[in-house]
């Protein structure tokens, strides 16, 4: 896995150092979503929002993979709780897993 420009096409060249291995649990096709989804929230978030800790976030559908990316993120920056309410009542399973109710 690695994040760089022109990361759809069959051949990248890219600096190694933003290159991860793929962990044997995950397939290729698996391990291909990962960036996408945490780029796009880091991008709406971290480079287009200017997250700073202690600020409040909605993460609207946070049960969806970049939801879920989303959620990640905001913990990063200091928040323990980020979802839109009525997505909450869909995610009670996933929300107790990560401890938050």
């Known amino acids: 896995m690695a994040l760089c420009p022109g990361s ?3 051949l990248v060249v ?3 150092r933003l290159a991860v291995p793929i962990p044997e649990r ?5 391990a291909a979503t990962i ?7 880091h991008n709406a978030l971290v480079t287009n929002a200017r997250l700073k800790p ?5 993460i609207n559908a ?3 993979g970049v939801g ?10 200091g928040r323990s709780r980020s979802w839109e309410p009525g997505v909450l009542l869909r995610s ?10």
Not at 35 to 40: A, E, H, I, M
Not at 68 to 74: D, L, R, T
Not at 92 to 101: A, H
């Open 92 to 101: 009670s399973r996933l929300s107790r897993s990560w401890g938050w109710m």
């Open 54 to 58: 202690g600020e409040s976030v909605l």
């Open 26 to 30: 995950l397939s290729w096709e698996e």
């Open 68 to 77: 879920v990316a989303g959620v990640q993120i905001a913990r990063l920056f």
């Open 14 to 16: 890219f600096d190694h």
């Open 35 to 41: 960036p996408v989804s945490y780029n796009t929230e």
């Open 8 to 10: 759809y096409a069959e």
């Open 62 to 64: 946070a049960s969806s």
